[in-house]
């Protein structure tokens, strides 16, 4: 059984930076993608970032373009995502996901993982 188990959340102050790590376990992959999402209190999930197994695509969407960077150990089955630049409205749950079919469609990634909170705050 497939597991992703994020950390790295916290409490930090507008303006800092945090990585968040999440790491895959339960299985042998290849050809994968992992993709970062989050979800603050009363929003709709929001997709963030994904990639590419060897690095070899990654995607960015909306406000995280340019402050926030994922990238991906395939020796460790780990993906990060280094965010930099933090605001209040980056406050949220984040998720780790992985997918075998398209990363840019939510609905093909099959696993989660639980999310950890990031706070971001004076």
């Known amino acids: 059984q497939v597991q992703l188990v994020e950390s790295g959340g916290g409490l930090v102050q507008p303006g800092g930076s945090l990585q968040l790590s999440c790491a895959a376990s339960g299985g042998t992959f290849s050809s994968y993608a992992m993709g970062w999402f989050r979800q603050a209190p009363g929003k709709e999930r929001e997709r963030l970032a994904a990639?590419?197994?060897?690095?070899?695509?990654?995607y960015y969407w909306g406000s995280v373009k340019g402050r926030f960077a994922i990238s991906i150990d395939d020796a460790k089955n780990t993906v990060y995502l280094h965010m930099d630049r933090l605001k209040p409205e980056d406050t949220a749950v984040y998720y780790c996901?992985?997918?075998?079919?398209?990363?840019?469609?939510?609905?093909?990634?099959?696993?989660w993982g639980r999310g950890t909170q990031v706070t971001v705050s004076s």
């Open positions: 990639i590419t197994s060897n690095s070899a695509v990654t």
């Open positions: 996901a992985m997918t075998w079919g398209d990363p840019e469609k939510v609905d093909e990634y099959e696993y």
